[in-house]
């Protein structure tokens, strides 16, 4: 039973949320040939201050650059 968690920072539509559930479920089949049946796929919606790139906060990082 594959489990696949995805972990984004910007909110998603639910119809987005379903796209992504659905590609890489198919993609598993498609790829490794598992069953759709049994592959269960997350998704964890984090807080951009949770989540850092080259030493800050995607926040601290975003607000920097939308100054640029």
């Given at each position: 039973m594959p489990y696949v968690n995805?972990?984004?920072t910007d909110q998603a539509t639910?119809?987005?949320k379903a796209e992504l559930?659905?590609?890489v479920t198919n993609l598993l089949?498609?790829?490794l040939g598992k069953n759709?049946?049994?592959t269960?796929?997350?998704?964890e919606e984090l807080s951009t201050d949770n989540w850092g790139?080259?030493?800050e906060?995607?926040?601290?990082?975003r607000k920097r650059e939308a100054k640029s």
């Amino acid at each position: 039973m594959p489990y696949v968690n995805i972990k984004i920072t910007d909110q998603a539509t639910a119809e987005k949320k379903a796209e992504l559930i659905a590609g890489v479920t198919n993609l598993l089949r498609d790829v490794l040939g598992k069953n759709p049946a049994t592959t269960v796929v997350v998704i964890e919606e984090l807080s951009t201050d949770n989540w850092g790139i080259g030493g800050e906060s995607t926040t601290a990082r975003r607000k920097r650059e939308a100054k640029s």
